[in-house]
């Protein structure tokens, strides 16, 4: 069974520029979350969608944005870079409230 | 809102000695309680779960953890530790009856020394 798929494992941007990411879920998942960790945050919570529809959102500037697709792959796009949003961006799968599986990340690098 | 805490940046426990990594938790509603371990460059790795039932949960490569309402802990233990148990450990905690997403502690790091 195949696990959570996330494209691409390293990104190098340059500030102002935008970004999308790309997360497959566990074939039957509905449920995809994002995340970004960094040292001095921790895992901070993006957002989760469920069935195409955002179900619940983080702390994050409305560059941050995401969307999800009728076959439960999911994106997120960061818009006009910032240096601070270098960071390792996890995206989850779920089937229930059970618990997550997760992808290996993408590491991005704004610079 | 949910929350967890994780009071220790960092344990140190010798090779063969029991460890134990704390958590607290915060939640208006049911807590669904986790624990993920991450190795160095790797998402996070699934070790235990706490959804209801018995209050000792046992999971992945010896790890168990004990769920205490009255604290609101939810401590990770093992009785005997390996060098390659080093790593980055999480707590997370969900409303299971909000459907509220997950959170995550601050990450402690446990260092085994042979």
């Known amino acids: 069974k195949a696990g959570v798929t996330q494209t691409p494992r390293y990104l190098i941007k340059t500030r102002g520029q935008q970004v999308t990411l790309s997360c497959s879920p566990i074939s039957g998942h509905r449920s995809v979350s994002w995340y970004q960790q960094t040292p001095g945050q921790g895992l901070q919570f993006l957002f989760e969608y469920f069935s195409e529809t955002q179900r619940n959102k983080g702390n994050f500037p409305g560059r941050f944005s995401g969307r999800q697709f009728s076959n439960s792959r999911s994106e997120m796009n960061v818009s006009t870079l910032e240096l601070g949003d270098s960071a390792l961006y996890l995206c989850?799968?779920?089937?229930?409230?059970?618990?997550?599986?997760f992808g290996s990340g993408t590491r991005l690098t704004v610079v | 809102a949910q929350s967890v805490a994780q009071p220790e940046d960092q344990v140190n426990v010798a090779e063969g000695n029991p460890l134990t990594v704390k958590c607290t938790y915060s939640v208006s509603g049911n807590p669904y309680l986790f624990w993920y371990v991450q190795y160095p460059n790797r998402g996070l790795q699934f070790l235990l779960k706490y959804i209801t039932g018995d209050n000792l949960v046992k999971g992945s490569y010896g790890f168990e953890a004990e769920f205490n309402k009255s604290q609101t802990s939810f401590h990770l233990k093992k009785p005997s530790a390996l060098v390659s148990d080093s790593a980055l450990y999480f707590c997370?905690?969900?409303?299971?009856?909000?459907?509220?997403?997950?959170?995550f502690g601050a990450g402690t790091r446990l260092t085994v020394k042979p």
């Open positions: 997370a905690v969900r409303d299971g009856y909000n459907n509220n997403d997950m959170r």
């Open positions: 989850a799968s779920s089937l229930t409230a059970g618990g997550y599986t």
